[in-house]
């Protein structure tokens, strides 16, 4: 697996990537309507914004993850869930660190997420509660030194 850049041409199958990983991950968090909102269309016109801040992970030449970071705070990160568990989130992960990533949020309740970034040395320094969707919801703030 391989690291880069995103290109623009990108952003068709990385919001497809995206559909199927935050339906995945989230869908003993989230209601249906909610995820039934975070469809491709929904991915890809947030992209068309941010394309130039993403990091894709390729397997041969497919995507199979990317990573969307905003001054050291790492906004998204998410697999393939046919790609997860084979080295590529903890890819762009590193990749985010040595570009100065130091903080990302997460759902209290995203247990998987949880496990995998303390396995990378990310530690939990604040737990709160705030507006998502149309609800509160429990996070937590993970931070690396």
């Known amino acids: 697996m391989i690291v880069r850049f995103v290109r623009a041409e990108d952003i068709p199958a990385l919001a497809a990537v995206a559909e199927r990983s935050y339906r995945a991950a989230f869908a ?9 909102g975070r469809n491709a269309a929904f991915f ?23 990573l969307l970071m905003t001054d050291g705070h790492i ?11 084979r080295g590529g989130g903890a890819l762009l992960l590193r ?8 903080s990302l949020e997460c759902f209290r309740d995203n247990h998987g997420a949880r496990r995998f970034y303390e396995r990378q040395g990310w530690r939990v320094t604040r737990e709160y509660e705030r507006e998502f969707a149309g609800r509160n919801r429990s996070f937590v703030l ?4």
Do not use: H
Not at 44 to 66: D, I, K, Q, Y
């Open 75 to 85: 906004d998204m990160l998410f697999m393939d869930p046919d790609a997860s568990g």
């Open 142 to 145: 993970y931070e690396k030194d």
């Open 28 to 36: 003993d968090i989230l209601e249906a309507e909610v995820l039934d």
């Open 44 to 66: 890809a016109e947030r992209f068309n914004t941010s394309w130039e801040r993403m990091l894709v992970v390729l397997s041969g030449e497919m995507p199979v993850g990317f």
């Open 95 to 102: 990749e985010a660190e040595a570009r100065g990533a130091k």
